[in-house]
Antibody, heavy 124, light 107 residues
Framework: EVQLVESGGGLVKSGGSLRLSCAGSGFTFSRYSMNWVRQAPGKGLEWVSS???????YYADSVKGRFTISRDNAKNSLYLQMNSLRAEDTAVYYC??????????????????WGQGTLVTVSS | DIQMTQSPATLSASVGDRVTITCRASQSISSWLAWYQQKPGKAPKLLIYKASSLESGVPSNFSGSGSGTEFTLTISSLQADDFATYYC?????????FGQGTKLEIK
């Protein structure tokens, strides 16, 4: 059974830092792209960042330069280092595995399994 | 960035009804679209990928269609468990983008 368990959320002051972790199990972690998606209180879903199995990295403009995604395949873990946090970063942060569908030689990864989320609250 | 627009924002329906939610992309995304269901306090759940492929374990009363810029999610006969918020998401290119969500309420 695929499981994703996030940790590391909490209350932090504006300008502060936090590191989120996501532990994956039940699948071969190294073979999958992984994502962070967030949801502000009462709002919709917002994609934050992705890291492919080959460690290509993508960020939303809203976090570029402040957040860093990384992975440790030996530990089956995904990370999100969040610096210079702002009040608008307050959200539940979900870790999501991505399944890749190949169209000829191009892969199109999409989130399939999601963790339960971890809440990050940034106080101003 | 590709903008995704869902309609309606809120939908009131009864058990047994057939409902359709629409998602429009600001540019062509071929068929690279997924639909998710989210219940309060829970993580999203994948329903449909590649616009019309039903995820394993998802009831067959859910279906998706469309390509290019216009897509629909149809629930053929609403069950009590289907009342939730639904999101579309494009994965044609980064940055990935979601629709704003459609809240399906009990009439």
């Amino acid at each position: 059974e695929v499981q994703l368990v996030e940790s590391g959320g909490g209350l932090v002051k504006s300008g502060g830092s936090l590191r989120l972790s996501c532990a994956g199990s039940g699948f071969t972690f190294s073979r999958y792209s992984m994502n962070w998606v967030r949801q502000a209180p009462g709002k919709g879903l917002e994609w934050v960042s992705s890291i492919t199995s080959s460690s290509y990295i993508y960020y939303a403009d809203s976090v570029k330069g402040r957040f860093t995604i990384s992975r440790d395949n030996a530990k089956n873990s995904l990370y999100l280092q969040m610096n210079s946090l702002r009040a608008e970063d307050t959200a539940v942060y979900y870790c999501a595995r991505a399944r890749t569908y190949y169209d000829f030689l191009t892969g199109y990864p999409f989130p399939d399994y999601w963790g339960q989320g971890t809440l990050v609250t940034v106080s101003s | 960035d590709i903008q995704m627009t869902q309609s309606p924002a809120t939908l009131s329906a009864s058990v047994g009804d057939r409902v359709t939610i629409t998602c429009r992309a600001s540019q062509s995304i071929s068929s690279w679209l997924a639909w998710y269901q989210q219940k309060p306090g829970k993580a999203p759940k994948l329903l449909i990928y590649k616009a019309s492929s039903l995820e394993s374990g998802v009831p067959s009363n859910f279906s998706g269609s469309g390509s290019g810029t216009e897509f629909t999610l149809t629930i053929s006969s609403l069950q009590a468990d289907d009342f939730a918020t639904y999101y579309c998401q494009q994965y044609n290119r980064y940055p990935y983008t979601f629709g704003q969500g459609t809240k399906l309420e009990i009439k």
